[in-house]
């Protein structure tokens, strides 16, 4: 079992940048593939990036590409996600999830690809 928790949503203005962290215990970390998930108010939880196990591959939704940059650090079995240029469309809850792997170093897109989840933190930003 893995357990994930985040931290370091906030409420923020336009422009602003923040970093979320997420904390994960439970078995070791290097091996499990993460990625950071959003969901608005009244909209469907999307896809916002995600990075392989050994932290060497990483991809990003079209919405946040050259702003947001997503990081593993396998020795304090933490995920970042950095965030820059904050817009008012990113105010979302953010969830980052973990997938065991066996091999590779692919990162995974869709929701359905992570057995783990934490509990969200809250992203408000003002414009």
């Known amino acids: 079992q893995v357990q994930l928790v985040e931290s370091g949503g906030r409420l923020v203005q336009a422009g602003d940048s923040l970093r979320l962290s997420c904390a994960a215990s439970?078995?070791?970390?290097?091996?499990?593939?993460m990625g950071w998930f959003r969901q608005a108010p009244g909209k469907e939880r999307e896809f916002v990036s995600g990075?392989?196990?050994?932290?060497?591959?990483?991809y990003y939704a079209d919405s946040v590409k050259g702003r947001f940059t997503i990081s593993k650090d396998n020795g304090e079995n933490t995920v970042y996600l950095q965030m820059n240029t904050l817009k008012p469309e990113d105010t979302a809850l953010y969830y980052c999830?973990?997938?065991?792997?066996?091999?590779?170093?692919?990162?995974?897109?869709?929701?359905?690809?992570?057995?783990?989840w934490g509990q969200g933190t809250q992203v408000t930003v003002s414009s």
């Open positions: 439970g078995r070791t970390f290097s091996r499990f593939a």
């Open positions: 999830a973990a997938r065991g792997v066996l091999g590779g170093s692919t990162y995974y897109t869709r929701s359905a690809d992570y057995a783990y």
């Open positions: 990075i392989g196990w050994s932290g060497g591959i990483t």
